[in-house]
Structure formats: structure tokens, C-alpha cells
């Protein structure tokens, strides 16, 4: 799951000014902590600045301790960074850096681009500086520290090589439905999650859809059920986020039986924020978290413990916006997960105790939300903003195998099925929410797509 709130930055070309920072943007005489100051091309910076005092105060919402920790992170993160200013335009009322930088990430490459020394136009901020009656004595041109950071550490997509399956879309749902996860029963039949409605439905093979579940509770304005897995005796596990009558978040694991019969088996702790899941093969639920980590719960105990903690399953050190662990599936003993904000897929391995492996990268510049995993270990990866459906081979190869020009339009989902003895990826698709697109076109639905093709 994505949400509305992500995606803001990361892009080509990126503004400075967003909300969470807007009170270190105003007009002061002396530059914020956060404010790397730009003012002539040539200019080379290495490493991340010192503060140079909170004159307005650190960006809300943190505390001036918050910030300097956020700091600390960031140089730990970025040893080497350098960012060199190449050019400084103004067109309209925009002030347009174009720079050039270099580095790692946490010991990677920086994953924003393909490779270091890549070129990135900036939007740039200027800050006066104005003498007692208001004349204006210095303006300089700077750029937010955190927001260009995040811009050049944000995973972007493979865009090539491109093999494209042609896509069908076989079911049109109502303007405004959030499709979020798919689920696939024997009969041909998906299960699908609305987000905002607190309703799980089914979408027949004749096109027919039937409300099965509502969420009993259930608070308008929150996601209500986020993420489905069925297991092979017809049991359906969904995380959950709502809203108690107090109005705090809540998130939780339920249980639907074949009756459609429902039942809370958790309430997670307040920290987490549970997305994508996975049967563990022995009877207990793997759970992907948006900040950092896994959880596995017992049902038969109805307990939750964190199951891993790999920093490679955490966002990025105090500038990442986007989930953590998003997407997970398993095949045999291996687990497979997309880190949306670090753009990877990763694997780890059930060890015979059922305690989480050590994990591994099987492939970076995958900015995945949900996915499919055939039984080789080929992945088949939806990207959300991205439009894109990648394939991920076992041996990390990313091709991408469906864009926008084969009806895709905000894909979050996927699943593998057969039909008449032909296999299928369906995708499950917003209508292209994050990119406010407004094409007759791309309306929510599903989208199939014939496996044998990409062979």
C-alpha cells in the first residue's frame, strides 16, 4: 500500500518547498540548518553541511534534539556525497538548479539515478535577507538540505529492457474505488480490498462482483482492509487499519472463514504500521511494516512479535516517506519482500526454528508495492506511481513487461492464475490515484496479462 502522502518527491525534477519543511522556508537573516546555501554555479559541496543555527527554529515536526539526530543519521548514511552545482536559471518565478552529484547510500550507489554523476534539476528557494524598514539588503538561492536528499536517494524504476504482454482489462470497477490487494480462489473467482470502505468483495469469472465481508466497526476515513492471503484450506487472513471510538489508530490481523464469518486475531502494537502478508508455511502470518521490519503472529496464540529487523528491511535513515516492507509473498521456505523507499527486492529464508534469515538483495531500482511470485522465484512486481509491472527473474534480471500503453493505471496488486490451462497475471489497478490523471481510460479495475508471452 502507497498512500497519498508518498511519492511527493523523487522525481527528475523536484520542488523544494513541501509542506513538512514549510517553516524553514521562510524569509530570515540567517540560513536554517537544513538549508544548503547554492549561490554561484561551480559550487561544490562535500558531505553534509554543519548546522549553521536553528535562527527559525528546526522544521516542524521535529525537536530541535530530533533534528540533530536526523543530521547525525544522514552523514552516517552519506560518507561521501558530494553535489556539485552546475548551473543556476530562472524561468518564470521558478529558480532552477541543475546539479551533479555522486556517492552511496548506506554503502550502495545512490539509487535515485541510474548511475553517479547524473545530472538533476532542483527547484530552488530564495531567502531574503531585508535591513530594519523592509529594503532588501541579500537574497540568496538555496535549496532544502532534506527534500534534495531525498530526491537523489529515492529508487526509481528500470525502464528498460522493454518487453511488453499485451493487457486485457477484464473487469471496470466504479470511479473512486481504491483496489488495493488480490487474492485468488480456486474457482477462477479474486478476492479484492476497497481501501476507505472497510469491504472485502469478489469478482466472479463472469465479471459479477459480491460484497463478502465488512469490517465490523469500521470507521470512515480510515483504510479499513489493506492486504489479503488465502490459505489452501479457504481461510483468509487481511491486515487492518481503523480507528477505535476514541478516534487513535488501530491496526490489527483478522480472519475470514469459508462462511465469511469474521474475527480479530491481533492488535498490533502502537508502533506498527502493518501492510503486506504471508502464510509462513507452519501456520503463523508474516506481516510487512511501512517503517521498519516484519512481524509473525500466531493465530492459534493470537500473539504478534517482531520477526525481523534488518536495516534492509527500513526505510531510509529520517528522510524516508515511503513503506518499508510493502509487499511480501513465500514460496518454500523463502520469503520474498519489496522495500518501496529503498526501491529493492528482497529474500530471506525461514530458518527450521521459523525465526527470519539473514536477507538478501535479489534486485535494486525496484520501487515495487505489491507483487506476484510464480513458483520458480520469478517475481512479477506492480509500481504503483510508476505504472509499470516489472519481472524480476530469480537471478535479479528486471524487465519490464507492462506500462501505461497496456492499460495499466496505478497498479498495486497482482496474482497468478490459470485459465483453461493458460496462466495469467492479473493486476489490480487504482486509475492512476498518485498521478491525478483525469483520461475516461483509466478508471480502477483489473488488468490480465498472458504469462506464456514473456517466455
Sequence with gaps: MMRSAFWTIGCAVATAATAQFAAAQTAQSSVNADVLPTTTAGTVIEGIPRPFGL????????????????????????????????????????????????????????????????????????????????????????????????????????????????????????????????????????????????????????GKTQLIARLPGYRPGSPGFICLVREKDGTVYATVQNHDPAGQPVSQLWRMNLNGELEEIV??????????????????IIVGDNVAGLWHVDPAKRSVARWSLDPLLSRRDYIGTLPAANGVQRIGDLVYVTNSDCGLLLRLPIAKNGSAGVPTVVATSVPGDDFALDIDGTAYVTTHPHDSVIQVAPDGTSTVIATAAQALAGPTSAVIMKDRGVRYLYVANDGGIFANRARSDQTPGITRYRLEAAQ
Design 55 to 206: 535562527a527559525g527554529g528546526p522544521p516542524r515536526p521535529f525537536s530541535g534534539a530530533d533534528y540533530a539526530a536526523g543530521l547525525a543519521m544522514l552523514r552516517r548514511s552519506l560518507p561521501d556525497l558530494r553535489i556539485t552545482i552546475l548551473s543556476r536559471d530562472t524561468i518564470g518565478s521558478r529558480t532552477v538548479l541543475r546539479l551533479q552529484f555522486s556517492g552511496r547510500f548506506s554503502g550502495a550507489p545512490l539509487l535515485g539515478y541510474k548511475a553517479n554523476g547524473a545530472l538533476v534539476e532542483f527547484d530552488a528557494i530564495d531567502i531574503i535577507d531585508r535591513e530594519a524598514g523592509g529594503k532588501i539588503a541579500k537574497v540568496t538561492t538555496s535549496t532544502n538540505l532534506f527534500a534534495l536528499l531525498r530526491a537523489i536517494t529515492t529508487a526509481m524504476p528500470v525502464r528498460e529492457p522493454v518487453r511488453p504482454l499485451e493487457g486485457k482489462t477484464v473487469y471496470r470497477a466504479r470511479p473512486g474505488d481504491f483496489i488495493e490487494s488480490l487474492a485468488a480462489e480456486p474457482d477462477g473467482s479474486l478476492l479484492m480490498t476497497l481501501l476507505y470502505t472497510g469491504t472485502i468483495m469478489r469478482l466472479s469469472p463472469d
Design 267 to 284: 492488535t498490533f502494537p502502537p508502533e506498527a504500521q502493518p501492510n503486506g502478508l504471508t502464510s509462513d508455511g507452519r501456520g503463523g
